[in-house]
């Protein structure tokens, strides 16, 4: 049974009810043993948090900076905010400095929180740009400070003011005056086209989204819960509380290389994921199944057929199986599929959230067919993460991103942009009225920029209107369907389309360079770098092969007539990604310029 309190008393109401029980697993920075948190020693950090705060002088509503990787730390210091109506402003731990400084000025931060020795450098280099910044505060004891500074304290050493609960009635006062309109959240989306901006997250909204999600989203007390993506997410974030509200175990991912890693040692029953993971996780079991011998190889693409239609042509339509292909089924998943999962450390797999992105239709129907129930959804930072999703033991639709969630009003306007009206939806953007205006219709429904339609219920994605690119020929173009398909290639790493206002399709491409170079020795080609390999004739006949293969479903038009191999990967760094890894197209034109122009030569 959910609890729907305020967030200011959700962690407080929850330890009331679960006490000594387990709610928290999680690894302090740089440390391999896993810990462990109960709900009454949560709720007790919380306090001391809060009671910290208000001994810094934290007003109502004042906005509040966390930047870091995800720990046990972020959330004591949300709910601990939250607990004293502050809002919290969390930054990806990734952010630039330039970043950082903009989102500090704009939401005129005075305590920064921050995770590591990467996030407190760059933190404490802007802070003389920085006319409110006061204090950082360091989660990590080992963070070696710069000398002489007087400004930050470590996170030890903050909790001690609120050591002995000093200011808890005034705590509970300013609970007893929480409202469903004070601000939760503001949430600086990294932005593909432009400047970051600051989306409001009210505690309304996070009520309405815990309510909707809780009558489609089956996760409960007996769930473990991976968090993988970062807390700054809008998707984890969101995910995160209603995990907490129905009393699940949450098992903290510090680092995100060390996914695979985690699953296998703390075996959770969920985790909400991006495509880009259960592509992986597909090419991995792919390579394995190739570099199998021929009865292997046999066993398996059976058990997969079988899989196939079992769950995607009888269970995804809500008929029950043949008994026959029930029997084999249940035989398959007990051995050959129940090793999969277990080589991923999902033994008991409960059901899997995605969104972010479009999950190719093959992988999703890999997913499934093993047994794993991938949960397709979609959202946005500005509708609280949940705007649709596939509710598990009823219809889904392959392709599709789910039903409407209770309270979500969808219409499809006249050029086919998907809009959006309910209580989950954000009132604007920090410090922008004129961004705000532009977000809605005359009618207050906000224009979400993705094009889709509904059929039967279920809402499916065209593409970002404004990621639609056109040729010279006049045909359009949707990059990120072409880029989802060649992305379950194992030798693609990372893919940008090329064609905007260009006469045919290109494509900048990113190897997977130890695939590419085991490629390389197994059949006798020699380079003495990756840019040797990427400009290799050999190595290029083999890439357009493949990519040849998977795009054979495509119009003529749409397919990738060149492509450009690049010895080193898109990065956050240069620009080129955003923090959620999305891909920064004006800036990939700009930045391999030359190798574009190149591909387009007579």
């Known amino acids: 049974m959910q609890t729907l309190s305020h967030l200011s008393r959700l962690i407080h109401d929850q330890a009331a009810k679960y006490g000594d029980r387990e709610v928290l697993i999680y690894r302090d920075f740089g440390a391999t043993e896993w810990k462990s948190c109960s709900w009454n020693q949560f709720s007790q950090a919380v306090k001391q948090v809060s009671n910290a705060l208000l001994n810094l002088g934290v007003k109502v509503q004042e906005n509040i900076g966390v930047f870091s990787q995800n720990s046990a730390q972020y959330l004591y210091c949300d709910f601990g905010a939250w607990g004293i109506r502050a809002v919290t402003i969390p930054f990806y731990a990734t952010s630039s400095e330039q970043q950082i400084q903009f989102m500090l000025a704009d939401a005129k931060v005075r305590f920064l929180f921050v995770g590591e020795q990467d996030q407190y450098d760059k933190a404490h280099r802007v802070f003389p740009m920085c006319s409110t910044l006061e204090r950082i505060i360091v989660f990590d004891r080992q963070v070696r400070l710069a000398e002489g500074d007087q400004s930050t304290m470590y996170f030890n050493d903050f909790l001690k003011l609120g050591d002995g609960l000093p200011r808890q009635s005034e705590v509970?006062?300013?609970?007893?005056?929480?409202?469903?309109?004070?601000?939760?959240?503001?949430?600086?989306?990294?932005?593909?086209?432009?400047?970051?901006?600051?989306?409001?997250?009210?505690?309304?909204?996070?009520?309405?989204?815990?309510?909707?999600?809780?009558?489609?989203?089956?996760?409960?007390?007996?769930?473990?819960?991976?968090?993988f993506l970062p807390f700054t997410h809008i998707f984890e974030k969101g995910w995160k509380i209603l995990c907490l509200t129905a009393g699940a175990r949450l098992i903290i991912n510090t680092y995100p290389q060390e996914v695979q890693q985690s699953m296998k040692q703390t075996h959770p029953t969920c985790m909400s994921s991006v495509p880009r993971f259960w592509e992986k996780v597909y090419m991995g079991v792919q390579e394995k199944i190739e570099s199998s011998g021929p009865v292997q190889r046999k066993l398996f693409r059976h058990a997969f057929e079988v899989g196939r239609r079992h769950n995607i042509e009888y269970l995804s339509k809500g008929r029950r199986p043949p008994v026959a292909l029930h029997l084999e089924y249940e035989m398959i998943n007990k051995t050959v599929f129940s090793l999969v999962r277990k080589e991923l450390g999902l033994e008991n797999a409960h059901f899997f959230p995605t969104a972010g992105a479009t999950v190719n239709p093959q992988v999703e129907e890999f997913v499934h067919a093993i047994g794993i129930n991938m949960v397709v959804g979609y959202g946005l930072t500005e509708s609280l993460a949940t705007v649709s999703c596939n509710h598990l033991g009823e219809p889904w639709t392959v392709g599709s991103v789910g039903i409407p969630i209770e309270g979500i009003s969808i219409r499809i306007s006249d050029e086919g942009e998907v809009l959006l009206k309910g209580p989950t939806i954000t009132r604007g953007y920090f410090n922008r009225e004129d961004l705000t205006r532009q977000a809605f219709t005359d009618d207050g429904y906000f224009r979400t920029g993705?094009?889709?339609?509904?059929?039967?219920?279920?809402?499916?994605?065209?593409?970002?209107?404004?990621?639609?690119?056109?040729?010279?020929?006049?045909?359009?173009?949707?990059?990120?369907?072409?880029?989802?398909?060649?992305?379950?290639?194992?030798?693609?790493?990372?893919?940008?389309?090329?064609a905007d206002q260009r006469k045919f399709v290109s494509a900048l491409i990113i190897p997977v360079y130890p695939l590419l170079e085991e490629y390389a020795r197994s059949h006798g080609i020699s380079f003495e770098s990756r840019e040797d390999l990427c400009q290799?004739?050999?190595?290029?006949?083999?890439?357009?092969?493949?990519?040849?293969?998977?795009?054979?479903?495509?119009?003529?038009?749409?397919?990738?007539?060149?492509?450009?191999?690049?010895?080193?990967?898109?990065?956050?760094?240069?620009?080129?990604?955003?923090?959620?890894?999305?891909?920064?197209?004006?800036?990939?034109?700009?930045?391999?310029?030359?190798?574009?122009?190149a591909m387009y030569a007579e």
């Open 172 to 227: 509970e006062s300013r609970q007893r005056d929480a409202s469903m309109d004070d601000i939760a959240n503001i949430l600086y989306t990294s932005g593909t086209t432009g400047d970051s901006k600051g989306v409001i997250l009210t505690c309304g909204q996070y009520h309405a989204a815990m309510v909707a999600n809780g009558k489609c989203v089956p996760v409960g007390e007996n769930d473990r819960v991976l968090n």
């Open 450 to 498: 993705d094009s889709g339609y509904l059929q039967d219920g279920e809402l499916f994605l065209k593409e970002r209107i404004k990621d639609l690119f056109k040729t010279s020929n006049g045909k359009y173009i949707a990059p990120q369907m072409i880029e989802s398909k060649i992305l379950v290639d194992k030798y693609v790493d990372q893919i940008a389309i090329i």
């Open 536 to 597: 290799n004739p050999q190595i290029h006949e083999m890439m357009m092969e493949r990519i040849d293969t998977l795009q054979q479903q495509l119009a003529h038009y749409e397919q990738i007539k060149r492509f450009t191999l690049l010895p080193h990967g898109f990065s956050i760094e240069r620009g080129e990604l955003t923090n959620t890894l999305k891909i920064k197209r004006r800036v990939l034109n700009e930045n391999y310029k030359a190798q574009i122009d």
